[in-house]
């Protein structure tokens, strides 16, 4: 809208200036009926029918085989009369020198001259004969009667279907009028064409359904991205968090195995990472994006830092409280009501198998490996750990040279009471020959 002209700025459409061609012509006839007014006039009316051509606009194809014609571009002129008000005694006179001659439609055909620029194409031989015949076409607007000659008012096979008597049987969209320029103001009647804009109005359409599935298209694309960042940044490590935590409040122990995984996840990206440092091809391009970067190192999410800091406290909390207080964590963490910390959790009942394993001569081994006996009490507890895990025991507390390991019932492993006491004693039995052995 900034860069449009206005209206008085514009160059006229040579439907303007060939109105006036014919308006000059017709007050010439008006003035004088002689026979080189009248063939001036219907010369002027038939060029101005013919280079706006209805037919050739619409099926260039078939009324224009050179594809040379104006009307290619400017042929939408549908309708043409006199318009005024019925009632005044000068609309009956006028009305009656707008008719044609006979015959001139031929002559003019025949003799005019057609050039690239100045080809008209061709009519319909049933719109020929309308061209010759009185304006007996009566139709009216809002503020005006008309009399005229509608071009599509008849089917055309293979051009026009849908008949047009008035122009207001289009819509005010579809319809543009034209009238001579030259004219005075107030002139009454007046020559007036009326021009088909739906070809232009399609194209309009086409276009703006072109340009709102383009704007869609980018708004589904950039919530897509937004969306698809937000659940990779946010909502899928939150979710992430809060599944965590869920599972750490059902089974607190279960923190331990988390820290495992997560660190063994680390250490397998660790090595991939080496690996592909040592690839050439891998390193340059490592080294070309590092410095398209700035040099600066990727930064951790926060809300990875938080995920991980979850599965530390969880491990922590698991490690200090063991097996006997898992209860407690339990417990605490599943009342959501409160933030105050409850330790003294009412006890229940329950079968265990409480099995203790001591070092001998721990203390002579204190003596003689001094300051290495901390390496020996942890290799010892990795065996006695990893066994009892291996057995679906659980280490509970380590006291120098004891180790307090138990078997407690498990109400997720489906199994009866009597056959779970039953396995856990077999498996106490095997992981304390195994820790012996």
């Known amino acids: 809208p900034l860069l449009s002209k206005e209206t008085a700025d514009q160059t006229p459409y040579s439907a303007v200036y060939g109105a006036n061609q014919v308006w000059e012509a017709f007050e ?7 026979t080189a007014n009248s063939i001036t006039y219907d010369n002027a009316f038939l060029k101005y029918i013919y280079y706006h051509n209805w037919y050739v606009g619409n099926h260039g194809g078939t009324y224009c085989p050179g594809s040379n014609c104006a009307g290619l571009f400017l042929g939408s002129l549908f309708w043409f009369g006199l318009a005024g008000q019925s009632s005044d005694a000068n609309f009956s006179s006028n009305l009656e020198y707008t008719q044609m001659s006979s015959g001139v439609l031929d002559s003019w055909v025949e003799s005019t001259s057609e050039d690239y620029l100045t080809a008209y194409g061709t009519m319909p031989s049933s719109i020929k004969e309308i061209l010759s015949q009185p304006w007996d076409r009566r139709c ?5 009667d008309l009399v005229g000659v509608s071009l599509i008012a008849q089917e055309v ?7 047009i008597y008035c122009p207001l049987d289009l819509r005010l969209t579809e319809i543009q009028a034209f009238a001579p320029s030259l004219m ?17 109005n399609r194209s309009t359409a086409a276009f703006g359904l072109s340009n709102t599935f383009f704007v869609m298209i980018l708004l589904i694309t950039a919530s897509l991205m937004f969306t698809n960042d937000a659940n990779r940044l946010v909502l899928r490590p939150v979710e992430k968090m809060i599944s965590r935590i869920e599972a750490i409040r059902d089974k607190p122990l279960l923190a331990m195995k988390m820290a495992d995984d997560e660190f063994k996840a680390e250490e397998i990206a660790k090595e991939r990472l080496q690996r592909q440092k040592r690839k050439p091809w891998n390193r340059i391009w490592m080294e070309i994006s590092r410095c398209c970067n700035g040099g600066n190192r990727n930064e951790v999410l926060e809300t990875v830092i938080l995920e991980k800091t979850i599965i530390k406290l969880g491990s922590l909390l698991a490690l200090g409280f063991g097996e006997a207080g898992a209860d ?11 933030a105050g910390v409850n330790a003294m959790v009412p006890g229940r009942k329950c079968e265990c198998i409480v099995g203790v394993m001591r070092v001998r001569d721990f203390s002579t081994a204190t003596e003689v490996l001094q300051a290495k006996v901390m390496m020996f009490s ?16 659980a280490p509970n507390k380590n006291t120098g040279e004891t180790f307090l390991v138990i078997w407690k019932q498990n109400e997720d492993s489906g199994l009866g009471n009597e056959e779970l006491i039953r396995k856990f004693a077999e498996g106490s039995i095997v992981s304390s020959a195994a820790m012996i052995g």
């Open 140 to 144: 009216a607007t809002s503020s005006q």
């Open 184 to 200: 005075s103001q107030g002139q009454s009647p007046y020559l007036t064409f009326y021009f088909d804009l739906r070809p232009f």
């Open 378 to 393: 942890n290799q010892i507890a990795e065996i006695v750990h990893g066994v009892c895990n291996e057995f679906h025991g």
């Open 328 to 338: 407690i964590i339990g417990k605490n963490m599943s009342g959501s009501d409160s």
């Open 157 to 163: 096979q293979y051009a026009n279907y849908y008949k």
């Open 28 to 34: 010439a006839k008006l003035l004088k009926n002689s």
